[in-house]
Each structure stands twice: as C-alpha cells, then as structure tokens.
C-alpha cells in the first residue's frame, strides 16, 4: 500500500487566518478565547469563545458570493480548502481529475442559519434560498460544484472526530488506490445550535478552559476550518512535504451517548489500534495533541487510557487551551498543529494549566521549547463514544 | 472481493409478495416493527430514523460484526430542527440536552455500538445522495485491509416534517396528489417521498454468500459524459442481465436513466424500485436490498421491461437530486 504524504495545509482558526499567524501565536502562548466574541447569541459576552473575527460579509465580498444560501460553515472550508491546495500547488485542472478526492467532515454545516431557518421551517414559504444549505453535506457539494471535481467526494459526522476520520478516510481512499490525492479535512462555524446544545449538557466553561487541570470546568467553543492535502507515492515527487500519515484507528468507546467511559476504552483501542497501523511501540511517540476539551469526562477518561497505554508518559498538550473546541474541526486544526511541532521540532504550551488532576498526576507541556519528534500523536474523541487517533511522522 | 452474507429491511412495504402499498398523499412511509430487544426507556427517546436504523439492524448484530458503517442523508434532521425551534422560541433559556445529543447523526451507528457493545470501526457518512456509497466503498475498503472480518453497513432515513416541507417547497416533491396513478407516467416535475432502513452484513468470504458486489463507481455532478465514462469503465464490455433503476417519476431526471437504458444491451431487463421506498437519500440502500431479496418471477409492477436471462448480473443505477449518480455491479450467486 502508498504511504501517504501531507503536501499542503490551509488552517483558519481564532488564532488566525494563515498557517504561519496561528503558529506565531501557539509560539507565543497567545489564546485565541475570549469574552469579547462577536456573536449573535444571547451568551455572547458572558461566555468565552474561541471566535473567527471575520464577519461573514468580508467573506462574501472577498470570494464575490452574494447568494445567501453559502453560509459561514461553507465560507471557512472555502477558505482553508484554498489555502491548502495553493500550497500543495494543485492547479485548477488538477482539482478536476477524477482521481483527486475530496473528504470533509462538519457537524453544524447549514445549521448556523439558526434563526433564518426557523422563519422558513415555521411560516410557509415558497422557496428560501437557505434550504438546500441546511445539511452538512452542503458545505463539501459546494466545494465540489465551485471546482468542478469529479473525484470521490463525501461528508463525515461522527460528532467530534469527524475531522479525524475525514483524514483517515482519505489516507485510505489512497491506499485502497480508489483516489490519487485526497483533500480532507473539517470545519464547523459558531453557531447558536451548538451554543446551546453544549450550554444544555453543563459542560461549557465561564473562564477560559483549563485541559487537564484538577479544578477544570468545561470546554470553551471555538470555530475553525482546516484541509490537509495528502498524496500518495504516486504523485508526491518531489514536492514539499510537511509530514507522513502513519498511523490511525477509529473505535468506539460503547458507554454512553455523550460521556466516555471512566477508563476510557474507546480513547485506549484508538491510540493502540494507530499505533498497530503505524508499526510503532508506545515508547516510539514523541508527544501527544490531546483531545483535551477540559470538561471533568474527558481529561481523566482520555487520560487514564493514556497512562494504561503508555508505560512513560510523553509530553502532551491540548490546544484546545488556544482555539477553543472546535467540534467538527478539531480533528483537522489539532493534527495541523501536530504536523507543525513535527515540521519545526518544537512543543507548545499547554495554557492554564495549574494542579493535576489528583489521582492521574499529569502535568502537560508548561513552556513553549524545542523538541525532538520523529512521531506525534493526535485523539480526537466524540459524542456517540466515537474515537480516533491519528500518528504523524517526520520524513526529514 | 466484497460479498453479501445478511440483509435486514425496514420499509413501507410489506415484504414483496403482496400487492404494493402506494403512497398517501405523496408520502410512503415505512411500515414499523414492535422494535422488541430495544429497552423501553431507549426507544420512547429515538427518533423514528434512530429506531428504523437500529430496528432493521437489530436481526443482523447476532452475527458480530467487526465494526458498524452508516450512511443517513437526513441524520437526525427532526430532532436538530426540533432543537433550533427551541432555542429560538426559549430566547436561548433553559434547554434539556436530550433532543440535542439525539439529533447527531451518529446517532444510529453509535446508539448500535452501544446496545451489542461494539468497540471496533464505527462511522456515519452524511453526503446526501451518496451516503450509503460511501458506507459501501469504506466496506470495500475494510475488507481488503481486514481481511476475515465483517462488517455492518447501513443506509437510513426518515421523512421529516422539517425536510419535507423543505424539498416541497424547493420543488422535489409532486404537487399533484398520486394516490392511485402510476408514478412513471407522471410528466410533471417532482416526487413522491420515502423513507426506510436497510442494512447488510459484508465480508470477503465467497461461500455462503448471497451476492457480490464487484463494482462501484460515483461520478460526480451535473455531467452526462461523465455518467457515460463511468458506466462503460464499469461494464467493460459486459451487458448485464438487469438494469434495477432509480427512476422516480421526476420529469426532469427521466433523461438521465434514459442515458443508462440507452447504454444496456436489448436483453438487459429493466426494474424499477421507487414506487415501493419513495425517494430519499439513501434510497439505494433499499435497491441494494431488493436485488439481493428478488424473487425467481419477478412481479410485473417493478417490470418496465422483462429480462431474457436468468438474473447473473445486475446493476443499479440511482440519482439523486440529478447531481448525485451511484452504480453498483453486483453478482447474484447460486
């Protein structure tokens, strides 16, 4: 089977809207969370968020779309899709060849359009221009119709992994030599339904969220949009290459719809079963992107299967403490900040971060430091009990 | 090599030997079962498509898949709606989280994963048209890279209030009432809707099985040439023995399954499946199914035009929303 290569990124989060704005900031301990969100929702200034501060309008001018029915969702996939591909420097035509995948993942897609849809879901009409933009396939059929691609092309939802199994549906779209190329990724925009979906189930946090801590109190919300673009040996030449996919494993924690077991199963099958795929022992990771959301679940669970797994903890972070959780993003934006220690050889910090958690012990990366990676680990983890991990490998 | 072993369907007919059950006012909806082996405080809190999807897959966990693949067009549609028209009608106050953690669309294949406490691959593709594709080709996939193991794939959707008023009003759906008239007659634009789950145990084991799946190919968009490229790759030369169509009574999708017919040989017969699922996103799934559950004579209402042949090779061809196009080449064996 092709290995598989990671030849361009686009990335947009709240730490910027280019791959080097958001390195300079995860470099300089700078958090993308904050009070002051623009944000049509009633928590906006009472809650921290991890918000993008382009208004959806700057985008429609920027990309000359003035049909309403192309949302925010669609707008930052827009953006971070054509970043990565300029920087693959895949050429139009190329978009085109049927053997260039596309594999995206959102869990909110259409579903930021909270208050237009209500009017047109709730008072007859004849026609809006939001209903085909409702699903979350809308955002990947209108990259797909805009570049005129032919290749294969789907959506995954698996709640807060999606993004993670885009990339390991695309990788394996290429190993299975069903696409040459394959760009995948995720976005997911802010928006009212997760807002409240997450204030509903008690997990969001009135301060900036705080992965791993004793006294953490839940997750902040963030929007993102990040593409990979991966090749196999086929294509890749003599490209630039950021890093090599090697490993990755979906499996599912079977506790409960939105909490992961204590012992964290799920998370445990995932990081061993990549490990399987990559050929690699627990002692052969050089450091771990968590799913860290910072909610009282997912620390100890995500942890304790770490401490199980690994018999010497490697150094760990979750930049989540930076974005905010981005839902069906994270995924896509935690493995471009993977790839980026890779590329730089160098460790984050992991922000607010001041007790550990009494019974596990573990301290994440306090300072931002060099550090030497051959290969690094990224979880990402789901309601639904849906869990996947990704391994990056240096090629230098 | 990707094989057939299991099917398990939930629809709005009631199994193929009856008479049809047709449409009331534009809508076919799936006859339900008393979805036993699902608790009671479970299933009161599972939309419809929740309970059809675990409900057709319940019969098929006995043979322990290795992991469990979902396509759903729709997701937890109603529930997410349901949820938005709260947090408008509540000013964004208190919520419960219930209709929120339903409304994911990983609900199904989770919800499975949870009741047979499954911890292998677990995933759900949401593209629309070509969900249950999707599902399909990661099968495909898995058994290459897996080899011995099984899998459980699906294909589920319900008819919301939500989406149906939506695609009315975006023209999918007839406005002209068909109750009683032959959907393939019809000359106006539109419909009928449908809804259903069906659902397949895969693995590469020849033996036993009751179908093969040799190939699946899913050009993408508004192109007539690239429907044609794709069908010729995937016949290479051959005719098969049935042509099982998606036809669904839409005047302005009658051109592409004519292309299709136009492509098959004069003894390839032609069936068709939508006057008995309706359409949705993963109506597919159901012809899927079909195929693999047609009786020796095939009953006249699904004939357009009969085969000469016994049934060796068929072929399905679905469209969805004239963008979407899936084939799958299967392989019925003895």
Request: glycine residues 10%.
């Amino acid at each position: 089977m092709s290995r598989v290569f990671v030849t361009g990124i686009g990335i947009i989060s709240a730490l910027g809207s280019t791959l080097a704005e958001n390195r300079s900031a995860l470099l300089n301990g700078k958090s993308g969370i904050s009070l002051n969100a623009s944000l049509s929702s009633r928590y906006a200034g009472t809650l921290p968020f991890g918000a993008i501060g382009i208004d959806t309008g700057q985008w429609r001018e920027k990309f000359r779309i003035s049909h309403p029915g192309i949302t925010r969702t669609s707008f930052l996939a827009l953006h971070a899709f054509s970043d990565a591909v300029a920087d693959a420097e895949l050429s139009a035509a190329a978009l085109r060849d049927p053997r260039v995948a596309l594999v995206g993942a959102t869990t909110v897609g259409g579903m930021c359009l909270t208050d237009e849809l209500y009017r047109d879901t709730t008072e007859p009409c004849d026609g809006s221009p939001y209903l085909s933009s409702f699903d979350c396939a809308s955002v990947h059929l209108f990259l797909q119709s805009r570049f005129g691609m032919t290749g294969l092309a789907t959506t995954i939802n698996t709640a807060c992994s999606s993004s993670a199994n885009a990339i390991q549906y695309g990788a394996r779209l290429i190993r299975n030599g069903l696409a040459a190329t394959a760009i995948v990724g995720g976005t997911d925009s802010l928006a009212k339904f997760t807002i409240n979906g997450f204030h509903a189930l008690q997990i969001l946090s009135t301060a900036a969220c705080r992965p791993f801590d004793r006294d953490r109190a839940g997750l902040n919300l963030g929007e993102a949009a990040a593409f990979l673009v991966l090749e196999g040996e086929e294509t890749v030449a003599d490209k630039k290459v950021y890093a090599e996919l090697t490993g990755y494993c979906n499996s599912n924690d079977a506790f409960h719809p939105s909490a992961l077991s204590l012992r964290g199963d799920g998370p445990f099958l995932a990081m061993e079963g990549a490990l399987q795929t990559a050929g690699l022992e627990p002692t052969d990771i050089d450091f771990i992107n968590t799913h860290g959301t910072a909610t009282e679940n997912n620390d100890e669970a995500e942890g304790r299967a770490m401490l199980r797994l690994f018999p010497e903890l490697p150094p760990f972070l979750s930049t989540k403490s930076y974005t905010g959780h981005t839902l069906g993003a994270a995924g896509a934006v935690e493995a471009v900040y993977s790839i980026l220690s890779i590329r730089h050889q160098e460790l984050y910090a992991s922000l607010n971060f001041g007790e550990p958690i009494p019974d596990l012990g573990m301290r994440p990366v306090q300072a931002c430091q060099p550090h030497a990676i051959r290969h690094a680990m990224s979880n990402s983890f789901g309601f639904g009990g849906n869990c996947t991990s990704l391994i990056f490998s240096n090629v230098n | 090599m990707l094989y057939i072993h299991q099917t398990s369907c939930i629809s709005p007919q009631n199994g193929l030997d009856s008479l049809p059950k047709g449409p009331v006012n534009n809508l076919l909806k799936a006859i339900e079962p008393q979805y036993g082996g699902i608790p009671g405080n479970v299933l009161r809190r599972m939309s419809k498509s929740v309970k059809m999807g675990i409900g057709a897959a319940l019969p098929l966990l006995k043979h322990s898949p290795d992991g469990i693949l979902i396509g759903t067009g729709y997701g937890g549609m109603e529930d997410s709606v349901r949820f938005l028209n709260q947090i408008i009608e509540y000013d964004e106050g208190i919520l419960t989280p219930g209709t929120f953690v339903q409304s994911t669309a990983n609900a199904i294949a989770s919800q499975l994963g949870l009741l047979c406490h499954n911890r292998g691959y677990n995933i759900t593709f949401v593209n629309r048209g070509l969900a249950f594709e999707s599902a399909l080709l990661d099968a495909a996939m898995l058994v290459r890279e897996h080899p011995g193991k099984s899998w459980l794939v699906g294909g589920v959707d319900e008819i919301s209030t939500q989406n149906y008023r939506f695609e009315y009003a975006e023209g999918w759906y007839k406005k002209e009432d068909l109750t009683g008239k032959d959907l393939y007659r019809s000359d106006t634009p539109g419909t009928i809707a449908g809804e259903g789950a069906a659902v397949f145990i895969l693995n590469d084991r020849r033996e036993g099985a009751l179908m093969r799946i040799r190939k699946i190919a899913l050009p993408g968009g508004d192109d007539e040439h690239g429907l044609q490229t794709a069908l010729s790759g995937l016949l290479e030369g051959m005719s098969p023995d049935l042509l099982l169509s998606g036809e669904n009574g839409d005047s302005r999708a009658r051109n592409w399954y004519r292309i299709v017919e136009s492509m098959m040989g004069p003894d390839t017969g032609i069936a068709r499946f939508k006057h008995l699922c309706g359409e949705y996103p993963t109506a597919s799934a159901f012809a899927l199914w079909l195929a693999c559950n047609l009786p020796d004579t095939l009953p006249e209402h699904l004939l357009k035009r009969p085969p000469h042949s016994a049934l060796r090779h068929i072929l399905i061809y679905n469209n969805y929303k004239f963008t979407q196009h899936s084939l799958i080449l299967l392989e019925r064996l003895p």
